[in-house]
């Protein structure tokens, strides 16, 4: 485990900025926030749309459905497993560089889609060129700037932001489709490609700022250091784990228990991303109840992302991360067990809520237990293994359904894995760990509390 | 493999055949078409980003005024 000795400064106490008065005009840390969600829409939405174009592609080339997923299954893999390298590079170079660059590259990759002829070119282009870089605009980079400029308020400014995502497939997949009945898809991976870099690049490079000091702020808009009229506390507070080099963090358990139920999460939700219209259709609902019914809980998971980034700011995370994972297990229960369509419904209702707000409550956690320094990194490791857990589990129902002819097991086993990932969460000593739980002054394993 | 998701969850690919069908419903519910559909959402997605811009320029020239 690692010594109180080795710590790295970069939060500021929580109690210390509760005080703080209040400055004129908006904060810059909400055109953080905005420039982070339109990269996040434009990014993830972009490699949304690429169901849109299937259709037409394999139409003109005669390709199958097997080789196009090569290059979704590619670009699934080397996203994850690049992740823990760009979250370095952020840790390293900053995040404004890091998510421009990101941004030009996959632009210019989504550009240069109008112009395939082969699928070796869409396999380079989309499996490696995209996919890699939206790893730069991706939850990894985006949560470790606002994690920098928001303390108290980082839950909830981390699940706003998370929302771009589905907010930007949401949007991009209905423009995509009209726009290739209206001018064929080469000219809209073009468009596509030109409005990843236009929308979000102007907004990074005129908002992002790595460190709130750079702009004479403090996080949540308190004083900052050059504040005449600051007369609260600027000493940084830090949690007893927070550390100058990543690799020490490994010496530790709640960096184990984050990625472990992180893992969980991607088995869980990529699982029923690949199979769930299947199951459904197999259950008897027609193809459109089963896409209404995804499309609900799409709906829940905006509100519930949000709602769960406002109550973790108030009263902690890991009992909400752990709430959320123990919903997601009863939703999988009432998915198997409940009679024909009902369990389909009673799953999207249910889930919806979990759906995405276990990103950025990790994210938060992992920011609170481990400081700002190596966020990128540690963030990247947890996306990793998100990554590699829906990997594992697409392959493990599409294998387990070939064998048995029914979903029952796969879902079953990936209801019984959020049990552990239940226990895992709600087990972090967040109140030992987390620098929000610090007192002011003191931030030892001996001073820190020790009642979670 | 099968051709993942419907609207996603961190940026898997929307199903093909969902999307068709999503379409459908989009222009039974509000008639319009291709083009009014492609200009709308493209006027939002570039609008909203704009405001932003806007609201930022606004605050540093009141900013300006006051010092």
């Known amino acids: ?452 | 493999m099968p051709l993942l998701s419907a609207l996603a969850h961190h940026g898997e690919p929307i199903d093909p055949e969902l999307m068709d069908w999503l379409r459908h419903q989009i222009d039974a519910l509000f008639g319009l078409g291709p083009g009014a559909i492609v200009l709308s959402l493209g006027a939002l997605m570039v609008l909203a980003p704009l405001a932003v811009l806007a609201v930022y320029a606004l605050q540093r020239a009141r900013r300006g005024r006051t010092r």
């Open chain 1, 1 to 452: 485990m690692l010594d109180s000795g080795d710590f790295a400064a970069g939060d500021y106490g929580r109690r210390g900025l509760a005080h703080a008065p209040a400055r004129k005009g908006i904060f810059h840390g909400w055109f953080i926030l905005a420039a982070g969600f339109f990269s996040l829409f434009m990014a993830m939405g972009a490699r949304g749309t690429f169901g849109v174009f299937i259709l037409p592609m394999s139409d003109d080339f005669q390709w199958s459905r097997s080789e196009i997923s090569l290059a979704i299954a590619i670009g699934w893999l080397l996203n994850g497993l690049s992740q823990p390298f760009i979250g370095s590079a952020y840790d390293r170079i900053g995040g404004r560089l890091v998510i421009s660059v990101s941004l030009i590259i996959m632009g210019a990759g989504t550009m240069l889609l109008s112009r395939i002829d082969s699928l070796w070119q869409l396999i380079v282009l989309y499996g490696f060129v995209m996919s890699i870089a939206a790893g730069g605009a991706s939850n990894v980079t985006i949560h470790g700037v606002l994690s920098k400029w928001f303390y108290r308020k980082r839950g909830v400014v981390l699940s706003m932001v998370t929302t771009g995502a589905s907010a930007g497939s949401m949007i991009l997949a209905p423009f995509a489709t009209y726009l290739i009945l209206l001018a064929g898809w080469r000219t809209t991976w073009f468009v596509v490609g030109a409005l990843v870099i236009l929308i979000p690049l102007p907004l990074v490079l005129m908002f992002v700022r790595d460190d709130p000091a750079d702009m004479g702020e403090a996080p949540d808009g308190g004083p900052g250091p050059s504040d005449e009229t600051s007369t609260v506390s600027q000493k940084p507070q830090v949690g007893p784990l927070e550390t100058n080099a990543w690799q020490q963090s490994f010496q530790s358990v709640p960096i184990w228990q984050l990625m472990g139920s992180f893992f969980v999460c991607g088995v869980t939700t990529a699982i029923i991303a690949a199979h769930y219209v299947p199951f459904a259709i197999d259950r008897g609902a027609s193809p459109e109840v089963a896409a209404l019914a995804f499309g609900l809980m799409t709906g829940l998971n905006v509100v519930g992302a949000i709602a769960v980034g406002v109550v973790s700011d108030r009263f902690g995370r890991k009992r909400l991360l752990a709430s959320l994972y123990a919903i997601r297990g009863l939703a999988y229960a009432a998915l198997i067990l409940a009679p024909g369509i009902y369990g389909i419904w009673a799953f999207a209702v249910i889930a919806g809520f979990s759906w995405i707000a276990t990103a950025p409550l990790t994210a938060s956690l992992t920011a609170d237990i481990y400081g700002l320094r190596n966020i990128g990194t540690l963030s990247g490791f947890a996306t990793l293994s998100h990554q590699v857990g829906g990997a594992f589990s697409v392959f493990m129902g599409g294998v387990l359904y070939d064998h048995f002819g029914s979903y029952d097991i796969a879902f079953g086993i990936s209801g019984a894995l959020l049990v552990g990932a239940t226990i895992a969460s709600f087990s972090i000593r967040e109140k030992k760990y987390s620098s929000r739980f610090q007192p002011i002054g003191a931030s030892t394993p001996e001073t820190a509390g020790d009642e979670d």
